[in-house]
């Protein structure tokens, strides 16, 4: 288990090193003079920092000045204040209350910049709704269900949307260039530099022999990739795929079980640690080992099925060699892919495999962590 412990302190290193540089972090309020890494409930950060913020919780707020770019994810997702630089906004309702400095991209449910705030750059919007109250320095891009813009933009304005309504405050310096489902509403009052109906989007037909070629481009890089990664799990830790198959055999519901309960823990635990910024080093260290695991799962149900498929050939109940073992998941890995190719069936089928598989090599990591040390013979 060398190799795991190894990979636990390289990840917790990994971490840590960004969150130790804050001066202070909290949820409620916020001060760093670095780097900061921010998640609670309802977090605001008050006071400005000298290099990136990168804040998620049910509702964010930037209060103050912020001097780099700020990543910003939530439930409520708002700039009160001021970001120097860029904003990236993510989350159900987004609004930009006070300045931008640069360009913002924003994607949400709702997504609004409201009147009296300003995007000194170019603005990207996306969502079910985009309302533009505000101010744009450059251009602006959005693509929503439905889309108001009753603000200033000094640029060329692109919208794809469902309906479209240009308010009678509306001032569109550059062109207006838009498709929509429904005739747009534009105010005889907007001021608007031209305007460009765009082509309604087409999807090309694909015809049946491009799909299959395409589904086999993918299903060779793909299992070409595993096979890689086979082997270097059968080099890097001997045994454990065949211990993890073992297992996978021989108590299948019990594994499954335990592996329905990993793959739903795990990203759940990572979920609660991550409210409170002393778990957030556990948390992403079990998001970490979580991927590791569904990479270990995957390859133990493709070895498994490749030795099944082995059985057809061969009596010998002897472990395969090296180049053996890495056949045999390739092979695995193969049936696979053809297996994902049957409508809904094939992926409840796939599903199953890798669940049982986590829950068996989980097993089989947990036996060789709990084994004993080997006693050495003094003689």
């Known amino acids: 288990m060398r190799w795991f412990k190894l990979a636990a302190i390289a990840a917790v290193v990994a971490v840590a090193?960004?969150?130790?540089?804050?001066?202070?972090?909290?949820?409620?309020?916020?001060?760093?003079?670095?780097?900061?890494?921010?998640a609670g409930g309802d977090v605001r950060v008050v006071d400005g920092a000298a290099d990136d913020a990168f804040v998620a919780g049910s509702r964010?707020?930037?209060?103050?000045?912020y001097a780099q770019n700020v990543f910003l994810a939530g439930g409520d997702v708002i700039v009160t204040g001021t970001v120097v630089r860029n904003t990236y906004l993510g989350g159900n309702f987004v609004s930009v209350e006070g300045k931008v400095g640069h360009d913002l991209y924003a994607a949400g449910r709702s997504v609004t910049i409201q009147e009296g705030a300003e995007v000194t750059g170019n603005a990207y919007l996306a969502g079910a709704t985009v309302d533009v109250a505000?101010?744009?320095?450059?251009?602006?891009?959005?693509?929503?269900?439905?889309?108001?813009?009753?603000?200033?933009?000094?640029?060329?304005?692109?919208?794809?949307a469902g309906t479209l309504r240009i308010g009678p405050r509306a001032r569109i310096t550059g062109t207006l260039r838009?498709?929509?489902?429904?005739?747009a509403e534009i105010s005889p009052t907007a001021i608007i530099g031209a305007v460009e109906v765009l082509p309604a989007p087409t999807v090309a037909p694909i015809d049946a022999t491009t799909t299959i070629v395409n589904r086999l481009v993918r299903l060779v890089a793909w299992v070409v990739a595993f096979t890689?990664?086979?082997g270097v799990l059968h080099l890097a830790v001997p045994g454990l795929l065949s211990s993890g198959a073992d297992q996978f055999s021989v108590r299948p519901v019990a594994s499954f079980g335990l592996g329905l309960g990993l793959t739903i823990?795990?990203?759940?635990?990572?979920?609660l640690l991550l409210i409170t910024l002393i778990g957030i080093p556990v948390a992403l260290l079990l998001w970490f080992f979580g991927v590791i695991l569904s990479a270990l799962g995957s390859a133990v149900a493709a070895y498994w099925i490749g030795l099944r498929f082995r059985g057809f050939t061969t009596v010998s109940l002897q472990e395969p060699a090296f180049w053996g073992r890495v056949f045999w998941t390739k092979v695995g890995f193969l049936v696979i892919g053809f297996i994902t190719w049957v409508p809904w069936?094939?992926?409840?089928?796939?599903?199953?495999?890798?669940?049982?598989?986590?829950?068996?090599?989980f097993h089989a990591m947990w036996v060789r962590f709990r084994a004993p040390a080997p006693v050495p013979h003094h003689i």
């Open 178 to 183: 838009y498709s929509a489902d429904r005739p």
């Open 60 to 65: 964010v707020n930037i209060l103050g000045t």
């Open 265 to 271: 823990g795990l990203p759940l635990a990572g979920v």
């Open 345 to 361: 069936a094939g992926d409840l089928l796939v599903w199953i495999a890798y669940t049982i598989a986590t829950g068996a090599v």
């Open 17 to 38: 090193l960004p969150v130790a540089a804050q001066d202070q972090t909290r949820a409620g309020r916020t001060v760093d003079a670095g780097r900061l890494f921010a």
């Open 228 to 230: 890689v990664l086979a």
């Open 134 to 160: 505000g101010a744009v320095g450059g251009s602006l891009r959005t693509a929503a269900s439905a889309v108001t813009i009753e603000g200033t933009v000094a640029g060329d304005v692109t919208v794809r």
